[in-house]
């Protein structure tokens, strides 16, 4: 069964370094997603990306954040200058139409950042 | 926000018997969704019930929905030490899916 791969599994990096989180999602989906999860914590969306332009974003998804789909097969997460806080794992998501049309998400194994 | 909330946050059972689940959300939906999480792993989605449904099995699961009430409930029968894991819900309307805090199932053996 396809599925969605990301890379690296863990990441850690240093206080104000930038960060790309990378996705392949599953070849035929359109829409595209990242969430995240605070250890322990609830599942937070960030961003969904549709048609090469970002759908909708949350509040957290501020101007530290950017996503990009360099070619036809990567979904990349971008985090300009890191902060404690944004150690987290993040969760790539794919599906073939939009959630709202009764779909669900295929989730990959994340990336765990550390910030330091 | 049409997040759910799943209640109990944490549940602890012997294998063999069942376990229920359940989560509440706020706005109205088009569908609302279970996923399962392993420890450090990502969601897996279990079942999606649509707002016209009542009720709806897989296996050992069997959802409820309750659009009158918000709520929505997860049954897994017969439990087994492999179902150990947090569960979401998560619903959805015209927006992406928002999920709640989980319920962590631990079933011993």
């Known amino acids: 069964e396809p599925e969605v791969t990301q890379t690296p599994s863990h990441q850690v990096t240093q206080m104000g370094q930038e960060v790309i989180l990378r996705c392949v999602p599953i070849s035929n989906h359109l829409y595209f997603y990242w969430y995240r999860q605070i250890l322990g914590q609830k599942v937070e969306f960030l961003v969904s990306?549709?048609?090469?332009?970002?759908?909708?974003k949350s509040e957290i998804f501020d101007d530290q954040f950017s996503v990009e789909r360099p070619d036809g097969s990567n979904f990349t997460l971008k985090i300009r200058s890191t902060k404690l806080e944004d150690s987290a794992m993040y969760f790539c998501a794919s599906t073939l139409v939009g959630t709202g049309q009764n779909s669900p998400l295929h989730f990959g194994n994340g990336t765990r950042l550390t910030v330091t | 926000s049409q997040q759910g909330e799943e209640d109990p946050q944490a549940l602890s059972i012997q294998e063999g018997e069942n376990a229920t689940m359940n989560c509440s959300y706020k706005t109205s939906i088009n569908n609302l969704q279970w996923y399962r999480q392993n420890s450090g792993r990502g969601l897996v989605h279990l079942i999606l019930?649509?707002?016209?449904?009542r009720e709806k099995h897989s296996g050992r699961l069997r959802v409820t929905l309750d659009t009158s009430k918000k709520s929505s409930s997860l049954l897994i029968t017969a439990s087994r030490a492999a179902d150990t894991a947090s569960y979401f819900c998560?619903?959805?309307?015209?927006?992406?899916?928002?999920f709640g805090k989980g319920t962590r199932l631990s079933v011993i053996a």
């Open positions: 019930i649509r707002s016209n449904e």
């Open positions: 998560a619903s959805s309307g015209n927006t992406p899916l928002v």
């Open positions: 990306f549709y048609n090469n332009e970002i759908s909708e």
